[in-house]
């Protein structure tokens, strides 16, 4: 199993950016396929994840109305439209896939297998 994220860059506050993560195998083979990032000096924090089965949708509360997670089973892909970019969301972005359903989608220790990170920087 490989994940590929990229998309990662730099951007001006206000600005956007689209994250893919590209899977090796169907989407279909996972439970659900999220974003974590981690910022310099912190720890890694979940952003976002999309369940296989339903497609239903989970957010932090802190990229709520900013952030849309999206997938396109044909492309094997999962998107994250990031807009409304502030310097707070500067990070290292990574992709992850979970084998099995959790109540708990945001804790990184559910996932199973991960894919290199993408950095975003958002300054002016």
């Known amino acids: 199993v490989q994940l590929q994220a990229s998309g990662g860059g730099l951007v001006q506050p206000g600005g956007s950016l689209r994250l893919s993560c590209a899977t090796s195998?169907?989407?279909?083979?996972?439970?659900?396929i999220g974003w974590f990032r981690e910022a310099p000096g912190k720890e890694r924090e979940a952003v976002s994840c999309?369940?296989?089965?339903?497609?239903?949708?989970h957010y932090a509360d802190s990229v709520k109305g900013r952030f849309t997670i999206s997938r396109d089973n044909a492309k094997r892909t999962v998107y994250l439209q990031m807009n409304s970019l502030n310097p707070e969301d500067t990070s290292v972005y990574y992709c992850?896939?979970?084998?099995?359903?959790?109540?708990?989608?945001?804790?990184?220790?559910?996932?199973?297998?991960w894919g290199q990170g993408t950095l975003v920087t958002v300054s002016s």
């Open positions: 195998g169907s989407i279909s083979g996972y439970y659900g």
């Open positions: 992850a896939a979970r084998a099995s359903w959790t109540v708990n989608w945001s804790s990184a220790s559910e996932y199973n297998y």
């Open positions: 999309i369940n296989v089965s339903d497609s239903s949708t």
